[in-house]
């Protein structure tokens, strides 16, 4: 991907675009592989990077959602599972099979969550990762050795899905483009162009440059997650929001404190939420919350009482305790939740998706998951076609292979994420002695990955790599501090910049990266909005 061709394209088309999408998150980026993929005219426009938003802030299951199924949301489950399947035929590289234990402490508790797992399964149909049953004591220990003995008496194992969020947004991005359309990181949308009261077009501000410019399109979708109400009122001042933020936080440990390959599912947290504790990488990611938040940040910060609700409950449920100072990172994201009529309690509303479409056109979704992010798509665009009145074509996505997608195993287990790009990674990075160095000892990340960043996946910054391109910032926050200098130098002499670019970017990595360390207190107080 190269953004200077998009941005020539975005500038200099004569005709306007059949779809302008603003917002570069899951649900902008699927629109735009859907979009484009039926050979529809597109460009997508993220303010920032490509899944900078919640995007690349989610616990990582492709998932029906088990708490969604005990809220008798059957309808959404089922759809999740499909989808589950689809990603995980068309995005194997990004996503596996994953078991989950769900231990038991009450007698009642094996067979109650027993029979919810066997629905689960039932649901998921031919499209089931694996089938869940019993496990005795001695199995549950076998699968979950540090989990907390007292009182257990068991426990249930079920399959879900795990994937990458951030590499799959990238994957995206470049699905999309090889299917013609114009993806364009650190754009922002600054308006709406309007004829004859008809939304006609966007105002776009190119962040790197100042630039301002016009583009042209039949139809504009937002996709912008919790800011979407900003981008509304763009187009009527008084429109009433629709979605409500809620927070959810993640802290992430070392793997010692879950060995082996089986996650940890504790259905019922004190206030009745579910809390995963994951393997990833080489660690073990444990959440999440869901806190009501009144405003939108690019880059909100874990409350206090958050990380104490996270930490105290996997004390609860671990045999040997993580300390504060085990603590490798810790992020936060926001959902958007559509609203209901009434109530506050954003765990109660809907995680469904939800289009409206404004007088002047503007077409807004909203709501949804990752794991939805392709019916999402499908839904918007059948829609878009008939507002913008551009020629109705089928959906071509639920088989569409996405960027990357290959069976194959890389031999070298750190380029596996990248799928089919994996080979011609290796070969880059046997193209100079230096690129096949760490980025840092404690890092499974090597020199050569920045330049194949900046080269095809459109890497801009230093966060962009430590965050997203690679995933060095939640798995090890001091890491990835320590290894932003070298990043900044392979990434400056790649897009043709100078010293002081690569202090600033140091700089401005060093800053946000310190809200992801737990216990830095006068970090914690540094919040970086956009
Ligand atoms: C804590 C947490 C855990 C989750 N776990 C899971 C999970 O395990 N599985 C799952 O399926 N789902 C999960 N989700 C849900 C999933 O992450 C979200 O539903 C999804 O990422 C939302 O994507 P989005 O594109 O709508 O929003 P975002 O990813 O936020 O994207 C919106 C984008 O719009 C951009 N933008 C805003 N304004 C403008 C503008 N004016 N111009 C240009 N760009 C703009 C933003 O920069 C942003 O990148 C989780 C969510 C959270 C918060």
């Known amino acids: 991907m190269l953004r200077a061709v998009s941005l020539d394209r975005v500038r200099s088309a004569s005709e306007p675009f059949d779809f302008a999408i603003i917002g570069g998150g899951a649900t902008g ?24 938003g919640s995007s690349s802030r989610s616990t990582k ?73 019993h496990l005795s004591l001695d199995e549950s220990l076998a699968m979950l050795p540090n989990i907390e003995r007292e009182h257990l008496t068991g426990g249930v194992i079920y399959h879900d899905g795990q994937f990458d969020d951030a590499r799959l947004a990238v994957n995206l991005a470049q699905t999309a483009e090889a299917n013609g359309a114009a993806m364009l990181n650190y754009c922002r949308c600054t308006g709406l162009v309007k004829e ?6 966007v105002e776009v501000r190119d962040a790197e440059t100042g630039e ?50 089986t ?50 409950h996997a004390r609860r449920y671990l045999a040997r305790d993580p300390a504060d100072s085990d603590v490798l990172s810790i992020f936060a994201g926001l959902r958007p939740l559509v609203r209901a009529a009434g109530g506050k309690d954003t765990a109660a509303l809907s995680r469904d998706h939800t ?29 878009a076609e008939i507002v913008a009145g551009v020629e109705n074509r089928a959906c071509v996505t639920a088989d569409l292979p996405i960027h990357g997608a290959t069976q194959t195993q890389h031999p070298e287990v750190n380029f596996q994420p990248y799928g089919a790009d994996a080979a011609p990674l290796a070969d880059l990075v046997k193209g100079d002695p230096q690129w096949a160095e760490w980025l840092h000892p404690a890092l499974p990340y090597q020199c050569g990955e920045v330049v194949w960043h900046a ?24 890491a990835a501090i320590e290894a932003a200098p070298i990043v900044a130098r392979l990434l400056s002499a790649e897009l043709g910049r100078d010293a002081a670019w690569q202090r600033a970017q140091v700089e401005a990595f060093t800053i946000l990266a310190r809200g992801y360390v737990f216990t830095d207190p006068a970090s914690r107080a540094a919040t970086v909005f956009a």
């Not at 980026?29 to 920032?48: N, P, T, W």
Request: hydrophobic fraction near 45%; charged fraction near 25%; charge should be positive.
């Open 29 to 52: 980026l699927g629109i735009a592989v859907d979009a484009a993929s039926r050979g529809h005219r597109v460009a997508l426009f993220e303010q920032a990077d490509f899944a900078k």
């Open 355 to 383: 289009i409206v479409v404004s007088e002047s056109g503007l077409l807004t979704i909203t709501g949804g998951k990752w794991t939805t992010y392709r019916r999402m798509a499908e839904d918007m665009v059948d829609r």
């Open 455 to 478: 080269r095809h996946e459109m890497a801009r910054t230093v966060e962009d790599v430590l965050a997203r391109r690679t995933r060095a910032l939640l798995l090890n926050a001091r």
């Open 263 to 312: 996650a940890l599912m504790v259905p019922k947290t004190a206030d009745g939420r579910v809390l995963f504790a994951v393997p990833w990488h080489n660690c073990v990611v444990v959440g999440t919350t869901d806190t009501a938040r009144g405003t939108a940040e690019l880059e909100p910060r874990a409350l206090d009482e958050e990380r104490d609700f996270v930490m105290e």
């Open 196 to 201: 004859l009261g008809a939304v006609a077009g």
């Open 61 to 133: 299951l492709v998932h029906g959602g088990v708490r969604y199924l005990r809220q008798g949301n059957v309808a959404l489950v089922l759809e999740a599972l499909r989808e589950r399947g689809r990603l995980a035929r068309n995005a194997p590289h990004l996503v596996r099979n994953l078991e989950f234990v769900i231990p038991t402490y009450a007698w009642w508790e094996g067979p109650f969550y027993g029979i919810g797992m066997k629905v689960y399964d039932g649901l998921a149909g031919k499209l089931g990762f694996g089938p869940s049953r």
């Open 212 to 261: 301002e410019f016009t583009v042209r399109a039949r139809g504009v979708i937002n996709a912008t997650g919790v800011f979407v109400d900003d981008v509304r009122r763009m187009d009527e001042a008084a429109a009433v929001k629709m979605v409500a933020v809620s927070q959810g936080i993640h802290v992430v440990l070392p793997r010692s404190f879950l060995p082996g390959e």
